[in-house]
C-alpha cells in the first residue's frame, strides 16, 4: 500500500498542491483504509509534537531572524568585505565568506541567500558581474550554512534519527570550512578569468582586521559558545535554542541597540510562518513514520540495497545520488523528516557511522535546493535578481562541480567529518 500512496503523493505534488497537505493527505489515506485504526493517526501526531528535543526547532528559527533583525548580519557583511574584498572577484567572495559567517548565526540556506540576493545582489550586478554568474555565486553558496552550527536541517536529522545533535553541530565545522575554500577558490579562478577585480585595492592593515572582528565578536562567540555548552552539558540542543533565543535579544537590545519592538515583532511574524510550515510537515511525516515502518520499509530496502553493495563508499555514494536527486524536486527539510527514519538504519546496519552520514546528507539534500527543476534556493535567488533558468545553470555548473567534489572527500575520507566530533566527544 505504501506504494500506492507514494504516487498519491507525487501526483498531489504535480497537481500543484503545498508539500504539507499532499504529504498529509496521502497520510491519511493509510490509516482510513490500511489495517490499522484512524485512530492512530490522531495519537502519532500528538506524540511527535510533544517530543522535548523538538522545541530546538522553533527556538532556533526565531534566534535566526532576530539576529538579522539585531544589526549582526549588517556587521558579518564588514568583516566579509574586510577580509576577503582584497582578493580577485572581490564581491563574489564576500558572499561566500558572509555565507560562513552567517551559518553560524541563521542556520538557513534559503534565508541566508535571499538576505544575500536582497543586499549583495544589486552592487554584483552594477560592479560588472553577470545575472547568472551573481545568482549561482549567492544560492550555491549559501550550502555552506547548511553544515555550519547551528543548522536547522542538522536538528531535524538528529531528531528524527535519534542521533547526537551536539556531535552533528561539532562534525560540521569542517566540511563548513573546507567548503568555503573551495568555493572562494573556485570564484578566484573564474574572476582571473573574466577579469572581476577585488572590491578593496589593497590588503587591509591588522588594525582594521582586527577592528572589524571585534565589532563581530558577539555574532562569531556565538556558535562557540554554543558548541561549548552542549559539550559541557550546561544545556541540552532544545535549551541551546532557548539560549540563542536569549542571546539574540540581549546583543540585539543593550549590545547593538539596534532590536526594536518594531523589528522583534517582525522577527516572530516571520518566525510563526516559518514554524508552523516545518511543524505541519513534521506531524504529518510522523504518520508516514509509522507507516513505513509497519510494512516494514526501512527492513526491506536496507536488504534491497545491501544485496546490491556491502562497500559502504559505494553504497553512501549510491544513496547520495538518490538524496541529490530528489533533492532537485522536494525542499531539503522534507527529505531530511521522510528519509532518516529509512536511511538510518540502512546505513548504521553496514557499519556507516549516522554522524558522518548526516552531514554528507545535508550536504546533498541542500545541494538540490540550488538546482534545477524547482530548488528552492535557486528560484529564490533567481526571482530576486530577474534570472534566466539557463543563464543560471551554465553559471553555477563549476560551483556544483566542486561541491561535489568536496562530498566525494568526505564520503571517501570519513575523518574530515568525524574529528572534531570524536576530539570533543569521545569516539562515537
Not at 72 to 90: E, Y
Not at 162 to 172: D, E, P
Not at 285 to 295: F, H, P, V
Amino acid at each position: 500500500m505504501s506504494g500506492i500512496l507514494t504516487l498519491l503523493f507525487l501526483f498531489l505534488m504535480f497537481m500543484g498542491m503545498p508539500v504539507a497537505f499532499a504529504i498529509g493527505i496521502s497520510a491519511v489515506m493509510f490509516y482510513l483504509f490500511g489495517p490499522v485504526p484512524p485512530m492512530i493517526a490522531i495519537q502519532k501526531i500528538t506524540t511527535v509534537t510533544q517530543s522535548f528535543p523538538l522545541l530546538a526547532v522553533p527556538l532556533f528559527v526565531f534566534a535566526g531572524h532576530l539576529m538579522n533583525e539585531s544589526g549582526i548580519t549588517a556587521r558579518l557583511i564588514k568583516l566579509s568585505t574586510v577580509l576577503t574584498g582584497w582578493m580577485r572577484g572581490g564581491l563574489a567572495q564576500v558572499a561566500i565568506m558572509l555565507s560562513a559567517l552567517m551559518g553560524g548565526v541563521s542556520g538557513s540556506a534559503v534565508a541566508d541567500a535571499a538576505m544575500e540576493a536582497r543586499i549583495l545582489g544589486p552592487a554584483m550586478l552594477e560592479s560588472g558581474y553577470t545575472r547568472g554568474y551573481a545568482s549561482a555565486v549567492i544560492s550555491v553558496g549559501s550550502l555552506i550554512t547548511a553544515t555550519i552550527p547551528p543548522s536547522i536541517g542538522l536538528i531535524l536529522y538528529g531528531f528524527m534519527g535519534n542521533i547526537s545533535i551536539g556531535r552533528l553541530f561539532v562534525g560540521g565545522v569542517v566540511p563548513g570550512v573546507l567548503m568555503t575554500i573551495i568555493l572562494m577558490g573556485m570564484a578566484y579562478w573564474i574572476a582571473c578569468k573574466r577579469g572581476y577585480e577585488p572590491v578593496l585595492k589593497e590588503f587591509p592593515s591588522v588594525k582594521t582586521i582586527a577592528s572589524s572582528v571585534w565589532e563581530c565578536k558577539w555574532a562569531l562567540m556565538f556558535p562557540i559558545l554554543l558548541i561549548v555548552g552542549i559539550r559541557y552539558g550546561f544545556f541540552t540542543p532544545s535549551e541551546a535554542g532557548a539560549f540563542a533565543v536569549a542571546y539574540a535579544i540581549f546583543v540585539g537590545m543593550f549590545v547593538y541597540r539596534e532590536l526594536t519592538i518594531k523589528s522583534l515583532l517582525n522577527a516572530l511574524s516571520h518566525s510563526v510562518s516559518d514554524i508552523g510550515m516545518i511543524m505541519l510537515i513534521i506531524m504529518f511525516s510522523s504518520m508516514i513514520g509509522y507507516m513505513i515502518t509497519l510494512e516494514g520499509v526501512p527492513q526491506s530496502a536496507a536488504a534491497f540495497l545491501v544485496g546490491i553493495t556491502s562497500n559502504k563508499i559505494a553504497l553512501m555514494l549510491l544513496l547520495i545520488v538518490f538524496v541529490i536527486v530528489l533533492g532537485m524536486f522536494l525542499e531539503s527539510t522534507v527529505i531530511v523528516l521522510l528519509l532518516t527514519p529509512i536511511l538510518v538504519p540502512i546505513i548504521t546496519k553496514v557499519g556507516i557511522d549516522p554522524v558522518h552520514f548526516g552531514l554528507v546528507m545535508m550536504t546533498c539534500v541542500t545541494l538540490g535546493g540550488m538546482t534545477p527543476p524547482v530548488g528552492v534556493a535557486m528560484f529564490t535567488v533567481c526571482g530576486m535578481l530577474k534570472c534566466p533558468m539557463d543563464e543560471y545553470t551554465l553559471e553555477a555548473l563549476p560551483l556544483l562541480l566542486a561541491v561535489i567534489a568536496l562530498v566525494v572527500l568526505m564520503i571517501a575520507w570519513p575523518t574530515s567529518v568525524l574529528f572534531l566530533p570524536n576530539m570533543v566527544f569521545g569516539p562515537g
